[in-house]
């Protein structure tokens, strides 16, 4: 693999601005957008007011992921990685976001293998569970590319202990790039 890319993205209506834990952004009152909860950084106080607003804004109901969500979604990662050709390291399915580790070959826009994943993934759940009146994901997510051996194992790590999740998958690959600390 040439490239290796650690993605997140969260279940619909889940992590709305204001709520207590969002990443993203949105427009202050002054109209100056805001960037809450950056990489690394201090968790910003909840601002109930915003996410009452934005929680009016949804088009259906939020979505919260169970483990029949997770097996279904588990083999459609797969099999969209074989389809691809690319390599999944690790997958966690949690009630209200995804993260996924894989390497892929050249440098393919990172949108484009974000929509992949999400578009697959709801096609799946919905030939097996049927259609659903709304989105399953909110839109974009991170794409955060895995510059060096220690970044990818610290995000295999990371999938790997993730709390509370519905399902956790490894490759014997990840597993065995786990269980020696890379130098930074």
Known sequence: MD??????W?????????DHGFVGYYRALTGDKVSDNEVDGDFAEP???????????????PVSL????????LPQFHETAQVRGWQIDAVAILTTHVHIVF???GDPDPSKMLGDWKSYGSRSLNRSL????GEWWADNGSKRPLKTDFRRWA??????DQENPLLVWLS??????LADEPRR
């Not at 601002?47 to 109901?61: M, T, V, W």
């Not at 169970?66 to 979604?73: F, G, P």
């Not at 995000?155 to 790997?160: K, L, Q």
């Open 10 to 18: 969260r279940t619909y209506g889940t992590w709305l601005p204001g």
């Open 3 to 8: 490239r290796y890319w650690f993605f997140t």
């Open 130 to 133: 049927g259609k659903r009146p």
């Open 47 to 61: 601002i109930p007011a915003l996410a009452a607003y934005a929680a009016r804004l949804l088009k259906s109901e």
């Open 155 to 160: 995000a295999n790590r990371y999938v790997r």
């Open 172 to 177: 014997n690959e990840a597993q065995l790039l």
């Open 66 to 73: 169970t483990l029949e969500h997770a097996r279904i979604l």
């Open 103 to 105: 390497g892929v070959p």
